[in-house]
């Protein structure tokens, strides 16, 4: 949850208003809600506020010092010498100034809270606060489809460094430990897909900005399935006809809901939408073929199948990386081969092995 303190007193003018719906962000006002802001646990700290009193400022002092440990930013009139002089004594990672286009407002938090994350990872705490920040980015996905509301894409970014972070540190076996107990399945796949993926970017030596992006779209990639009825994707049997198709639609469903209800780059779309496609053309929901069928997409595809393989299932068992590697070498003409020789000794590095879930269908 980013924590957004402000002054109800006064008008907003920063422009953060206009991408607050990105973020999974809860408003305080700096004095009326003090007992609610002293019981939260945020993962980052927005000061949106002009703090011109002695009785602001103390206010403001209490709020860091219950949170000494999160990152913050303040969004301020940076031309103010004696706000610049206030914040930058309190210790806030950046100043921001309040008309600053809104695109770059989201950057500069983006590269505090990336900072963050690279500083606290080797932490004690590192593992249990990624599982917090994922949890709290994938429910909020979940409650974005029930409302039909606008996905809080930069909580998905948070949680997709935390995992692109723990992979690129030499975490993957604690994290994995962490993300085999996770209670939905289709959350536990999403994570895993995730941490496999960052896995294999980093092998691939792909720039931090694609790992991070990689990392981000397979957090997303089957939000589709939150449009399948638990009863169907919970069932243990086989799949009546009509149910079978119900899961086929989850790759299209997924993407035309964050196309309608997120500010998302397009390869991000195309990856929700085409992690099913298959390079002989047999895969869904296009049908896809050949080079209709991006590097991207190629790389998702890889991942999303060897995740499945790994995962327990009610109507399989969890298959060693060695089985897995196995057959996805047999399904010939319908992976890319040229990364699936340096997928294999992605998941030979990285030990990515069994994992154990509770039932749930991952089509």
């Known amino acids: 949850m980013f924590l957004r303190v402000i002054d109800r007193s006064l008008p907003v003018t920063s422009n953060f208003q206009h991408v607050e719906a990105r973020f999974d962000v809860q408003s305080f006002d700096l004095f009326g809600d003090m007992p609610s802001i002293v019981d939260a646990d945020p993962v980052f700290l927005i000061f949106d506020l002009k703090v011109n009193t002695d009785a602001k400022r103390r206010a403001v002092e209490g709020v860091i010092r219950r949170f000494p440990d999160t990152p913050a930013v303040a969004i301020i009139d940076v031309k103010s010498k004696l706000e610049r002089v206030f914040w930058n004594a309190n210790g806030v990672s950046a100043l921001i100034h309040k008309t600053e286009k809104p695109d770059l407002i989201v950057k500069n938090i983006e590269r505090v809270l990336e900072e963050h994350i690279r500083t606290t990872a080797l932490s004690p705490g590192g ?208 992976l890319d081969p040229i990364l699936l020789k340096e997928f294999s000794k992605s998941v030979c590095h990285a030990k990515m092995g069994r994992v154990a879930s509770r039932p749930e269908r991952v089509g």
């Open 127 to 334: 593992i249990e606060r990624a599982v917090k920040v994922c949890d709290t980015a994938l429910a909020g996905m979940a409650e974005s489809v029930a409302k039909r509301s606008f996905v809080k894409d930069q909580s998905v970014g948070a949680a997709a460094l935390h995992v692109s972070t723990l992979i690129d540190l030499g975490r993957e076996k604690e994290w994995l430990a962490q993300v085999q107990q996770h209670h939905s399945q289709t959350f536990q796949h999403s994570l895993l897909v995730a941490s496999v993926i960052s896995a294999f970017a980093k092998h691939l030596a792909l720039p931090r900005s694609d790992q991070a992006f990689l990392t981000k779209a397979a957090l997303l990639h089957d939000i589709g399935k939150m449009f399948v009825p638990l009863e169907v994707l919970d069932n243990p049997g086989k799949l009546s006809p009509e149910n079978h198709e119900l899961v086929k639609k989850h790759p299209s469903n997924g993407a035309d809901f964050l196309k309608r209800h997120g500010c998302l780059p397009r390869a991000t779309i195309e990856t929700t939408r085409s992690h099913h496609e298959l390079l002989d053309g047999s895969g869904y929901p296009d049908g896809l073929s050949g080079s209709q069928i991006s590097p991207l997409v190629r790389v998702m595809t890889i991942s999303d199948v060897y995740s499945a393989l790994i995962e327990r299932r009610a109507y399989k068992e969890a298959y060693s990386p060695r089985q897995a590697l196995s057959i996805m070498w047999e399904m010939k003409g319908k």
